[in-house]
Nanobody
Framework: QVQLVESGGGLVQPGGWLRLSCAAS????????MTWYRQAPGKERELVAA????????KYADSVKGRVTISRDKDKNTVYLQMNSVYPCDAAVYYC??????????WGRGAKVTVSS
């Protein structure tokens, strides 16, 4: 059974940091590019950060560049999103997504991040 399970969401203070994890199972994690998306209330889902299957290349949304790092651990089948200097506009539900050249396409259920003092 394919699963992408996000964790690490919750309440964070403005200026603080958060680290989201996405644990993958049921598919060949090393064959999948992984992406973090987020969706704020009333807004469209947007790409936050992505990493290639081998981890050799990453990309970031302009709104988070310099504050966010995406990484993956092939031994733990987990992808991470480290976000520093969190702003209120970073509040959203964060989703983990995996995609492969063979057509694999999987979504997690999301982790809610609330930014408030």
């Amino acid at each position: 059974q394919v699963q992408l399970v996000e964790s690490g969401g919750g309440l964070v203070q403005p200026g603080g940091w958060l680290r989201l994890s996405c644990a993958a199972s049921g598919f060949t994690f090393s064959s999948y590019a992984m992406t973090w998306y987020r969706q704020a209330p009333g807004k469209e889902r947007e790409l936050v950060a992505a990493i290639t299957s081998a981890g050799g290349s990453t990309k970031y949304a302009d709104s988070v560049k310099g504050r966010v790092t995406i990484s993956r651990d092939k031994d733990k089948n987990t992808v991470y999103l480290q976000m520093n200097s969190v702003y209120p506009c970073d509040a959203a539900v964060y989703y983990c997504h995996g995609a492969s050249w063979a057509g694999g396409d999987y979504w997690g259920r999301g982790a809610k991040v609330t930014v408030s003092s």
